[in-house]
DNA sequence: TGATTTTTAGAGTTTTCGCTCTAAAATTTA
DNA sequence: TAAATTTTAGAGCGAAAACTCTAAAAATCA
């Protein structure tokens, strides 16, 4: 049994907001007295805990990449209709394009690379997330050919990629404020290549 | 006439190699050390042209929303066979992304803000950039209608912007290292959507 | 109670960075 | 030649940042 004080704060809590921060700012303009004061921890607490700022920023990417996007992958396992759940799926784009900056956007973060030290971490990350996307999209999608809603022969790994690769280009488009007309013929080309999969 | 010693250094070529400082490292990332360093120019020299660090970085990224993809964007624009010439286009992703660190990777500075005075700056360049290969494939697809490649009623703006999106996808996913079947999977959608349009 | 550990507060250290300043040499036009 | 301007070199300044250190209070378990 551990002696001592407990720990106070919530780690988990601590790693979201850090994460939050340093997807919006990016690494270097994140400050380790902007991580003191959002927070709350001391920054004896912080060192204490997590060595310096790259372990802060370490742990927090390791754990966006573990748990992002869960409700949406969970949305997807967990349907009745799999054929629908993947259709809802694509349509979601358009709300998170619009506040694209605050949910769910990866490569904002992977993009702001600090940590000279460790290049690959981002990346490593990045698959990480993609990887789980993409599992729960065939996983699903095999479901709907199983249930008949869509053809036995259609490629399902070609159409989970495709749909992933629009996801991310949406995700860019949003990001970047480009008209919404481009996010509307995406999110069609994506409702598109399901119906042409369809049985 | 102006007076006095001209400038010797050549202001595209310092702003070139200073958007691919950014582009790979990211704003806060670059020292104006570094850049005095790799462009070869004294730091008067520097501060005397451009004022200022951010002055470097916006007109860089200036230049960069100006000029990017040109070649790509010659290629669809004076092919005698605009079909051929966007299938080549979409082909292209294949080699982009697997140099993708350094080549025409519009997201990777865009999304590396620096210079916090100014937050829109790279959203602007982005759209501008996007603007331009949008409108060469758009009007390159007509071309292709008009030459009874196309079907005359498909939606050449939509294909155009599908095909955006997939680039940038594939964009994204060259440049996390991702699985390379993914686009492979990306390369033969987007090659798909156009022979669904085939006349 | 005592040992152990976490918590907080704040001052101090070292380094880096953006930027300025000084000052002189080089190259152009009038 | 004279005026104007760019060029280079290097020292230095002020601010910010990462991190350490001191030191003491709080909360747990044996």
């Not at 409700?71 to 506040?99: C, N």
């Amino acid at each position: 049994m551990p002696r001592g004080r407990p720990q106070k704060f919530d780690e988990e809590q601590v790693l979201d907001t850090a994460a939050a921060m340093f997807r919006r700012d990016g690494y270097d303009a994140v400050s380790v007295a902007d991580l003191c004061r959002e927070t709350g921890l001391a920054m004896q607490s912080l060192y204490h805990r997590f060595g310096d700022k790259a372990g802060v920023y370490r742990e927090a990417l390791e754990r966006f990449g573990r748990t992002a996007n869960d409700p949406q992958i969970a949305a997807l396992e967990s349907s009745d209709d799999p054929l629908a759940a993947v259709e809802a799926f694509v349509r979601l784009w358009k709300r998170h394009a619009g506040a694209s900056r605050d949910d769910g956007c990866l490569f904002t973060q992977a993009m702001s690379r600090g940590d000279r030290s460790d290049p690959e971490g981002p990346d490593v990350i990045a698959r990480a997330f993609t990887g789980r996307v993409r599992k729960a999209l065939n996983t699903t999608l095999r479901r709907a050919v199983a249930e008949g809603q869509l053809r036995p022969d259609c490629d399902t790994s070609a159409i989970a990629d495709t749909l992933l690769t629009l996801a991310f280009g949406v995700a860019v488009i949003g990001r970047g404020g480009m008209p919404a007309s481009m996010i509307d013929h995406a999110v069609a080309a994506g409702l598109d290549r399901l119906q042409q999969a369809r049985a």
